[in-house]
T-cell receptor, first 115, second 112 residues
């Protein structure tokens, strides 16, 4: 059972454009929603994260939009640059008092920014 | 500030053997989690250790085990290796094990 569904699987955006990646979750107990960026040969790196009591969070060119009622959240990359070309993963976890129950990841989006 | 260090970076093992992977977390981080990354299944949670105790475990067979030492360093062991165990194994550390995980670059395990 895939608890976090991510789309699209791949995305091509022109330099300077907006990249949008979407995720939907099923478990309403999730209380932490991070986005990770992964380059080939490297581990995932935390980009930005949001808690469900906030509808939007912005850090530089990266923005998370969160819709609790729809159980969806998305990553927007403004003014996309060739250096943003990477694989992006959304994730979710819940804190149950004894520690977080591990991150549940989406399948990833391979983003290519064309110069 | 040093990041999460995983050793070795690459490993080739034969089916049926066992393997031990090592992870040194960021200084001060007490929680270490392990993940398996494959093209087909993506990133999957294996287990999490905090202060030498396993707190959470993912849906993996008992062949996958781990431990954490008093200095927060962690090891992961896979016994009786199968071809399907070929994957990138990632270690992540965080201060308390709730949020803000930092990943290492992983150990690429190939089982032949």
């Amino acid at each position: 059972q895939q608890q976090v569904k991510q789309s699209p699987q791949s995305l091509i955006v022109q330099k300077g454009g907006i990249s949008i990646i979407n995720c939907a979750y099923e478990n309403t107990a999730f209380d932490y929603f991070p986005w990770y960026q992964q380059f080939p040969g490297k581990g995932p790196a935390l980009l930005i994260a949001i808690r469900p009591d906030v509808s939007e969070k912005k850090e530089g060119r990266f923005t998370i939009s969160f819709n609790k009622s729809a159980k969806q959240f998305s990553l927007h990359i403004m003014d996309s640059q060739p250096g943003d070309s990477a694989t992006y993963f959304c994730a979710a976890s819940q804190y149950s008092g004894g520690g977080a129950d591990g991150l549940t990841f989406g399948k990833g989006t391979h983003l290519i920014i064309q110069p | 500030k040093a990041g999460v260090t995983q050793t070795p970076r690459y490993l080739i093992k034969t089916r049926g053997q066992q393997v031990t992977l090592s992870c040194s977390p960021i200084s001060g981080h007490r929680s270490v989690s392990w993940y398996q990354q494959t093209p087909g299944q993506g990133l999957q949670f294996l287990f999490e250790y905090f202060s030498e105790t396993q707190r959470n475990k993912g849906n993996f067979p008992g062949r996958f085990s781990g431990r954490q030492f008093s200095n927060s360093r962690s090891e992961m062991n896979v016994s009786t290796l199968e071809l399907g165990d070929s994957a990138l194994y990632l270690c992540a550390s965080s201060f308390k094990g709730n949020y803000g995980y930092t990943f290492g670059s992983g150990t690429r395990l190939t089982v032949v």
